[in-house]
């Protein structure tokens, strides 16, 4: 039987892994993806890296997220982990919905998630992290998608894509990022500037509005407005533009991006996910390192998949069935952090690390 995790690494990650193999002290940022329900693949990763592997770490560690990564994050930022993600796993599963859910009940569900593992004590834990340092990516709408009328968001959304498949630059017609991040450190990626952008320093306030635009897919979920501390407009998910975050995460640096995924290949947009010639940038894979479900293993859970967001609609008035299924995943994935603690702990990663071949341009 073949391993259950793949590591694969960047030229700079890979070249210092061979040599050193892999301490906590030598990641610098810590990334977490879009991708809905794909996230319940890493849970148990998740508990492992924060509550054991992490547990001892003193100097600041800078977590980028967006979407589902960003609530993961801000579940992982708090002063007990594992007990935080548990929550937001349990509440994620448990979602249940009419067969037509309007884009208010979606919102109105994705708040309840949000409150049950994010109340104001544990957002004050967010903030005063020993070592966490949250950040979030959510998107700035401009012109049509920032409207509220579906029809003209649907117009927006698809001239958007249509230029998108010419050149990401043109993303910059329609959105605008923004960031929203720790202000006790500045994060080594804040000077990233391949499209217009927004900072905005996240405190008790913005954090739990920030989280849900961060995660607000546009046409299902309503946009969000009114976010204290940053500019006027109508923010949606921080995956339009960072769907796998293809970000410029740290310069002249030998350090670290650990990057759990759910996939072996990156995505830089949410609409890119069809167009097969768009990779990432090189130089911002450079210290990479993805850990990631291998194939052999994604093959053995049920209906031999991953969880993804259609299942919505697969089990549409079977909630029960899906609310399984999902259990069923999130059980058989508790190997994959004993795994990465023991090719880590070992030093077992210096042979199993393999380069980042295919992924990038």
């Not at 924060?50 to 100097?59: A, I, V």
């Not at 230029?163 to 923004?178: D, G, H, I, P, Y």
């Amino acid at each position: 039987m073949g391993f259950n995790l793949r590591f694969i690494a960047g030229p700079k990650a890979f070249a210092r892994i061979r040599d050193k193999g892999l301490d906590s002290d030598d990641v610098a940022v810590l990334a977490g993806a879009s991708g809905a329900a794909k996230w319940l693949v890493l849970s148990h990763l998740d508990r492992v890296i924060f509550s054991s592997w992490l547990k001892d770490r003193q100097k600041p560690l800078f977590l980028i997220g967006t979407s589902i990564g960003a609530w993961r994050f801000a579940a992982l930022s708090q002063d007990r982990p594992a007990t935080a993600i548990a929550k937001l796993e349990s509440a994620y599963i448990n979602q249940r919905y009419s067969n037509n859910p309007s884009p208010a009940d979606i919102t109105r569900e994705s708040v309840r998630i949000l409150d049950c593992f994010l109340d104001d004590a544990r957002i004050g834990q967010v903030l005063a992290h020993p070592f966490c340092r949250l950040s979030l990516l959510a998107v700035r709408c401009r012109k049509l998608t920032g409207s509220g009328h579906p029809a003209v968001l649907v117009a927006g959304l698809a001239l958007a894509a249509v230029t998108n498949a010419v050149s990401r630059k043109f993303l910059k017609l329609f959105f605008e990022r923004a960031l929203f991040f720790d202000p006790r450190n500045r994060p080594p990626f804040i000077s990233m500037n391949q499209f217009p952008i927004c900072r905005v320093a996240l405190d008790k306030h913005n954090i739990k509005a920030a989280i849900l635009a961060s995660g607000s897919i546009p046409l299902l979920m309503q946009g969000i407005t009114d976010i204290s501390g940053a500019p006027e407009g109508m923010y949606r998910d921080g995956g339009v533009i960072d769907y796998h975050l293809d970000l410029p995460f740290l310069k002249k640096s030998d350090k670290i991006v650990l990057f759990p995924h759910f996939k072996d290949t990156v995505i830089p947009g949410w609409f890119d996910k069809k167009l097969f010639w768009r990779k990432p940038c090189r130089s911002h894979m450079d210290n990479v390192l993805l850990v990631t479900p291998s194939r052999e293993f994604i093959a053995r859970l049920p209906y031999g998949r991953i969880p993804d967001r259609k299942d919505f609609t697969r089990f549409r008035g079977r909630d029960d069935q899906r609310i399984d299924y999902w259990n069923q995943v999130v059980k058989m994935c508790e190997c994959l952090g004993h795994e990465f603690m023991e090719t880590v702990g070992t030093g077992a990663i210096r042979h199993r690390v393999e380069p980042m071949r295919g992924i990038v341009l």
